[in-house]
């Protein structure tokens, strides 16, 4: 267990309890969790930013996606992403991208949808590479 102190911030760690912990001062907050299989979401002041947990499993919803509450399952070679229906929607536009914040756009998109799941065909076939979702609401 190491801490780690300076005028403005606190920031203790653990790695034997494996019990995470929080921190915060005037300058950032960090919530953190040892063996957190997915990221226990975006910390961010303005000077930093902070994505806690694991990069395990190698499919992610990144930040940015509007929607949130997406399942992602792997069915090698496959992924299957789901979630829930949005009112208003007409369409669902599917983005991936193998970096955590990225600006949806023709060259990373992959599908548009009516329906609320998708089957990513093929992107784990090749070489482990993490792999974030954003998926955007259309109006119809």
Do not use: C
């Not at 499993?57 to 992602?72: A, D, E, M, N, T």
């Not at 369409?91 to 009516?114: D, K, L, Q, W």
């Amino acid at each position: 267990m190491g801490t780690t102190t300076e005028e403005n911030f606190v920031l203790t760690k653990s790695v034997i309890d494996a019990g995470g912990g929080h921190s915060s001062s005037t300058n950032y907050n960090l919530v953190s969790a040892f063996g957190q299989p997915t990221p226990v979401g975006v910390q961010s002041s303005a000077n930093f930013n902070l994505y806690a947990g694991f990069l395990s499993p190698v499919l992610q919803v990144s930040p940015l996606s509007p929607i949130q509450r997406l399942v992602i399952k792997e069915a090698t070679p496959d992924a299957r992403l789901y979630w829930e229906t949005r009112a208003g929607a007409g369409t669902y536009s599917i983005y991936r991208a193998a970096t955590v914040e990225f600006t949806p756009g023709p060259g990373n998109f992959v599908a548009t949808v009516t329906d609320t799941f998708y089957t990513d065909v093929g992107v784990l076939a090749g070489p482990t590479t993490q792999q974030y979702y954003v998926v955007i609401v259309n109006s119809p």
